[in-house]
């Protein structure tokens, strides 16, 4: 049988490439559902290759173009969250990836939990957003949570059954302002910051790259995870993207996971979990690599890292808090409303400003990001911070 996959994100960098295993895989998964934001035009193309069950558009003005463009087909299309959430819960669906960028992963990867359906978590907002009750959710509902992210995958491949760990060791690639100097980084455009050195992803997401607010997600993420503290977790950078991240056990023995920076294979491989699968990705070929480099991130230079770690540390809503402004600030910068420095002075200073909640249900998850947002914009609006 067919494993029936449903991808939240199809159109963005995660779905675009789950797509490509599921092409390369025929007779092992099937696309059931596709959904996109606002890239209708896209989501169009995949369906007419894919040929899903159905698709859905969030963005409800865009439904009547969707429809009509599928009009052929036997397709059932949808329109709006709610169906977002709905599609998830559809009884022949297996495996949901959660690849939908940002807060607004939250709801529907909720859902699907509910429903016990396995989860490929390519989303780590939201577990940053609301770690705690995921975790207690996906208990509840039996649904197991299978990371994505290349770092969290590599951990999870390097784990052994009955061996507790003593810690685990992030990798970053450091991005594309490893060596700039904080004065340097005071002018760096936006141009630069989507210029990330070794892997392709999405806007966002590479610009939280570039200011290591994408590795501090990484470590909360890591918590819910693994079951591992604060201090348990480790941040390395790796410039050549080869080791996608390690493991250390009590006895001191490191194991480490590599391969050639391609999504494709942590994307398969919870895919295909427990068992591996032949691929045709590219193979490591350690002739060529002539070095492998470390060294301890900047968290003056990179106050995001920082950041996530006292989010962390503080626990409660504060995540939500970091993560709602980290979403204002990064549009901003994009928008060239903010420099690149001025994100992570607006994001501290929305932490401070916000009410910290130490034991927040759902509801206050929605407020905190709600409030979060209209303070961080406040921010935007009032100050000139960073900016010429």
């Given amino acids: 049988m067919k494993k029936q996959i449903a991808i939240l994100g199809s159109t963005g960098s995660i779905g675009s490439q789950a797509l490509q295993v599921i092409e390369e895989h025929p007779d092992l998964y099937e696309a059931y559902a596709l ?24 963005n409800e003005e865009k439904y009547l173009q969707l429809k009509e463009a599928l009009s052929d087909l036997p397709i059932k299309v949808y329109a709006g969250v709610d169906a977002l959430c709905q599609i998830v819960e559809s009884q022949p669906v297996d495996i949901v990836l959660a690849s939908m960028v940002g807060y607004a992963g939250l709801r529907p990867t909720i859902n699907a939990i509910k429903a016990g359906k396995t989860i490929a978590l390519a989303n780590k907002e939201t577990l ?22 290349s770092e969290h995958s590599a951990i999870f491949q390097c784990l052994e059954m009955n061996n ?79 080791i996608h991240s390690m493991v250390q056990f009590q006895d001191g023995a490191v194991k480490a996971q590599l391969g050639m920076p ?8 919870a895919f295909s979990y427990p068992q591996r699968v032949k691929s045709s990705f590219e193979r490591l070929d350690f002739t060529r690599i002539t070095d492998l480099t470390f060294e301890q991130p900047d968290t003056t230079r990179f106050r995001n890292l920082a950041l996530a770690y006292e989010a962390l540390h503080q626990a409660g809503n504060m995540p939500c808090i970091v993560n709602a402004a980290n979403e204002v ?60």
């Fill in 35 to 58: 959904t996109a934001n606002n890239r209708v035009d896209r989501l169009i193309e995949q369906a007419r290759k894919f040929m899903p069950e159905a698709v859905v558009i969030a």
């Fill in 128 to 149: 940053v957003v609301a770690g705690e009750l995921i975790n207690a959710l996906a208990n509840q509902y039996h649904a197991p949570i299978l990371p994505v992210d």
């Fill in 164 to 242: 507790p760990l003593e810690k685990v060791i992030l990798t970053a690639s450091g991005g594309p302002f490893r060596s700039c100097t904080l004065e340097q980084l005071q002018t760096v455009t936006k141009a630069q910051a989507l210029k990330h050195p070794n892997w392709e992803m999405g806007a966002k997401i590479t610009i939280d790259s570039a200011s290591m607010m994408n590795k501090g997600f990484e470590v909360i993420e890591a918590k819910w995870l693994f079951g591992v503290r604060p201090n348990q977790i480790e941040v390395v950078v790796h410039p050549q993207s080869v």
């Fill in 262 to 269: 391609d999504m494709r294979l942590p994307i398969q491989y």
């Fill in 329 to 388: 600030v990064v549009a901003a910068f994009l928008e060239d409303r903010l420099s690149f420095l001025g994100m992570s002075e607006v994001i501290e200073q929305t932490m401070s400003r916000v009410a910290f909640i130490k034991e927040p249900t759902y509801e206050d998850y929605v407020a905190t990001d709600a409030e979060a947002r209209r303070v961080a914009e406040s921010l935007l609006a009032s100050v000139k911070i960073g900016r010429e």
